[in-house]
């Protein structure tokens, strides 16, 4: 697995998801996070250990007021505590730590951020492991010095995932290329993924390649799965969380659980009922998983931006709920399981 190679927590995804509890708060044996919570129970000079998607490693060592991130070449940075309003955030301007839910994210400069969980090697993950990684250091830009401009290649069998990444939001490039091929950022037998949805390289199962977007939507993460063989989209959708909880080929057919993330294109808010038939027609909810109370979400939204509030009861709701995605080949349908469901207004 590349983005979400290190663990099962996510998005068990960067990639189940849906702990409820903040990462911060389980690396401390489960202690409700703040940040006074966080130097009290994490012991003496004993910084937690850090692996992330893009492959950086780090310490991180919490006190009261700030986190101090140790780089694996020894460099090391303190980032001052700014805000838990509405994400807990460590920054000191140039890099910054972020933990949402039960994720953290690291960012530096304006390079997309890269989604940090418990480093353990022993994790579990869906996706298959590459047989190699190689790793082709670009020119630094001097317009953008932050940035560490790479070539990422994953090695499967059968094929390579090559990813360009300038270090800008999106990778500057994603292709298929034999699994031999050289790392190296333009080979005119590669073939390239120019699918919308594919911002970054997720994993591999099997033949087939998946991406996701380069940014988040409406609290999700849109993702693509690629036939690397035919080099044909299969289909695409959104999952909360770190990780997919199960990635099976089961008699030919793809079988995946995870937590989905559905966009209805009505308000359950001002809608009420006829919104609600819609979304259980669309998604199934209502036997299984039941249709979750937008009420509160509505209600928060409005209150934090009084003026709008009109408008607010208008947004289409946001539905996150556990399913089984089984694709034929054909079509994906996807069946809801039992489980807590949620409800968002939009980004």
Not at 37 to 52: K, R, T, V
Not at 99 to 115: C, F, N, Q, R, S
Not at 163 to 188: F, S, Y
């Amino acid at each position: 697995m590349c983005r979400n190679e290190t663990s099962s927590v996510q998005y068990a995804g960067f990639r189940s998801f849906r702990l409820f509890v903040p990462l911060a708060a389980m690396l401390l044996g489960g202690v409700a996070f703040a940040p006074q919570a966080m130097a009290q129970d994490q012991e003496e000079d004993q910084p937690f250990p850090l692996a992330c998607e893009d492959g950086t490693q780090l310490q991180a060592l919490f006190t009261e007021d700030d986190v101090t991130v140790t780089l694996a070449d020894g460099t090391s940075f303190k980032l001052p505590f700014k805000s838990d309003d509405p994400f807990v955030l460590y920054s000191d301007g140039k890099r910054q730590l972020t933990e949402k839910g039960d994720v953290l994210e690291w960012t530096v400069g304006k390079k997309a951020p890269t989604i940090c969980s418990p480093e353990d090697g022993d994790v579990a993950t869906p996706f298959d492991q590459p047989v190699a990684v190689d790793n082709l250091d670009l020119p630094a830009d001097k317009a953008n010095p932050d940035a560490k401009p790479v070539v990422n290649c994953y090695r499967y069998q059968g094929f390579m995932v090559k990813e360009v990444d300038l270090g800008e939001v999106g990778a500057e490039k994603l292709a298929i290329l034999p699994e031999n091929a050289k790392c190296e950022r333009d080979d005119p037998a590669e073939k390239r993924v120019s699918d919308p949805v594919a911002g970054y390289f997720l994993g591999a199962k099997g033949k087939l390649a998946f991406f996701q977007a380069a940014d988040s939507f409406n609290g999700g993460m849109p993702y693509v799965v690629i036939d690397t063989a035919a080099m044909k989209k299969l289909f695409d959708d959104s999952f909360e969380g770190a990780d997919f909880e199960k990635i099976d080929d089961e008699g030919g057919k793809l079988v995946m659980d995870y937590v989905r993330t559905y966009s209805a294109d009505c308000s359950l808010y001002l809608d009420g009922q006829a919104c609600a038939d819609k979304i259980k027609k669309e998604t199934g909810l209502g036997t299984v998983a039941q249709l979750p109370d937008c009420g509160p979400a509505y209600d928060a939204e409005k209150k934090r931006t009084p003026d709008y509030a009109k408008e607010i009861e208008q947004l289409p709701s946001v539905i996150s709920y556990p399913v089984t995605m089984t694709f034929d080949g054909t079509t994906a349908n996807y069946a809801p399981r039992a489980g807590e469901t949620s409800c968002r207004v939009p980004d």
